[in-house]
């Protein structure tokens, strides 16, 4: 039997309006039986957000967070610390984020001189025990300033200690903040204090010999072995940042520390290769513009 066109035409309106229906029925059915698409829309809401505003903080890594240098020769001066001094010359993070007052008994300084990747593991289980909302790292330089360009920490040992670190604090205080600091620019370190009669003979009593070494030399040696420590010193801060990027409550510096322009009124007066009190002061400004920022800062 032949169909006329007006049957065609509400068998197809019908067929259409039915296909809209299974259509609709299977969007509801997939939201109320908690399909992928409703998964990931509670994924994206439970994801961990960055807070702004942490109210305790601990401290790891090396000379550079324990203030060496930059109160007396040689000896650690943990008040001038970037991170939780207590000197209003410095304004520590810690300062600024909780106020003179609350700073002292809600901040932790577990760095220490010397210190390596190596080492960050158990610095990072003392700071866990606190379950602070913030932890800072800072740590590498002494990875790159060894006895000789050689000794150097290799980059995969480098990166193999920062995973297992950060892992071992993610499981002893899951909602802590990680803030990690780019290692300094060595090379530039060494370019301000050079030309420094005095400087170049307190460097020999062993600061960092793989950068400053025969400081003075233009030998194709010595300048080979300067580039190798800085390029030594690139390849760890993107592992910091490959690493740190993986961890949704970490936050990478994006080389601000790196790339600070660090002159002689930042440097300690004692061994020109430290941060003084305004070089800590410096760091501590940096610091609380990454972790008060809404975004990571690039």
């Not at 007396?72 to 007052?101: I, K, M, Y």
């Amino acid at each position: 039997m032949r169909t006329t066109a007006p049957r065609r035409r509400a068998r197809r309106t019908l067929a259409g309006a039915g296909t809209a229906v299974v259509l609709l029925a299977g969007a509801v059915t997939g939201c109320s039986s908690g399909g992928s698409g409703d998964r990931g829309e509670r994924g994206a809401q439970a994801a961990p957000r960055w807070n702004t505003a942490p109210a305790s903080i601990a401290a790891v890594g090396d000379s550079i967070t324990r203030g060496f240098d930059a109160c007396s020769v040689l000896a650690d001066c943990p008040e001038a610390s970037w991170a939780t001094g207590n000197d209003p010359a410095v304004r520590s993070l810690a300062t600024r984020l909780l106020g003179d007052a609350e700073a002292p008994a809600r901040s932790w300084n577990y760095a220490v001189t010397g210190s390596r990747m190596a080492d960050l593991p158990g610095q990072l289980a003392s700071a866990a025990a606190h379950k602070p909302d913030l932890v800072t790292v800072m740590v590498g330089s002494n990875d790159a300033c060894r006895p000789t360009a050689s000794s150097m920490t290799p980059v995969a040992d480098f990166r193999t200690g920062f995973e297992k670190a950060l892992a071992d604090l993610r499981a002893a205080s899951p909602g802590s903040q990680v803030y990690v600091s780019s290692v300094p620019d060595l090379q530039r370190l060494w370019e301000q204090g050079k030309d420094l009669p005095m400087v170049r003979q307190i460097w020999k009593l062993g600061i960092c010999q793989s950068m400053l070494a025969d400081p003075l030399s233009a030998a194709t040696g010595a300048t080979a072995r300067r580039e190798q420590v800085r390029a030594r010193v690139v390849e760890y801060n993107e592992v910091l940042r490959e690493v740190c990027g993986k961890d949704a409550l970490c936050r990478y510096d994006g080389g601000a520390v790196f790339q600070y322009p660090f002159a002689a009124e930042q440097l300690s007066h004692w061994d020109w290769f430290h941060p003084g009190k305004d070089g800590q002061a410096r760091l501590a400004e940096l610091a609380h513009r990454q972790v008060t920022a809404a975004e990571p800062l690039r």
